[in-house]
């Protein structure tokens, strides 16, 4: 995990972040039209919009981002859009003892677990587990492999496969772009079943 965090500190720095910016995704703004606001968590929030989005719905939303930087940029988006957010640094792999609160009604992610090693994959499970409500829904977007710049990427049977205790597959498939390439990616929402 260190060295992504120093990686992406580094390209936060010299401004190397082709997903920035993108627009709110199409699944994430169809869910904000079906279910009541409620408490949400942005995970690997970056520079905000999706967290801002959410605020600007009614949601109370937590953004979590390891890096500094993104985050200063979301709080001062945040403050111009006078948009409701916490945002903290905090790391997804566990979350559960960063302190960034619980029992969340929706979980979005928009391109981090995409990126994680497969150890971290576990703990990122687990530890989204831990913070969702009882159907909650998970909405993430992420690269299918063999994007560029390295992101490795997840297949949907790993998905499925990582996925299959405690969550229930509401629906899959293609989401627009999540950079600016057009990197093939793909949405997949569940619902955390009642533990
Ligand atoms: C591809 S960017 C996407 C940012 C934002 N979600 C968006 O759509 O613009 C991935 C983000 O996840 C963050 N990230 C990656 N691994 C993380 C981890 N283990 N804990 C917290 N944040 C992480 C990175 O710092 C980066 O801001």
């Known amino acids: ?50 967290s801002i989005y959410l605020a600007q719905h009614g949601w109370t939303v937590t953004g979590v981002d390891y890096v500094d930087r993104p985050l200063d940029a979301a709080r001062a988006k945040a403050a111009a859009a006078k948009a409701q957010v916490n945002f903290v640094k905090a790391d997804v792999t566990k979350l559960s003892h960063e302190g960034v609160g619980d029992n969340f009604h929706l979980i979005v992610d928009n391109g981090c677990l995409h990126n994680l090693s497969d150890g971290d994959r576990v703990h990122y ?14 909405l993430i977007t992420a690269f299918l492999p063999g994007g560029r710049f390295g992101v490795r990427g997840v297949e949907p049977a790993e998905m499925q496969r990582r996925f299959s ?4 597959l509401l629906s ?24």
């Open 1 to 50: 995990m260190a060295f992504k965090q120093t990686l992406f500190r580094l390209l936060y720095r010299i401004g190397f972040t082709p997903w920035d910016g993108h627009p709110v995704a199409a699944q994430l703004q169809k869910l904000v039209e079906e279910l009541p606001a409620g408490n949400a968590i942005d995970l690997g929030c970056g520079t905000g919009d999706a």
């Open 125 to 138: 499970v687990r530890e989204v587990s831990a913070v969702a409500a009882p159907h909650a829904r998970l």
């Open 165 to 168: 205790a405690g969550w229930t």
């Open 172 to 195: 899959s498939g293609r989401e627009g772009q999540l950079d600016e390439e057009q990197t093939p990616t793909n949405y997949y929402l569940y619902e955390r079943e009642n533990p």
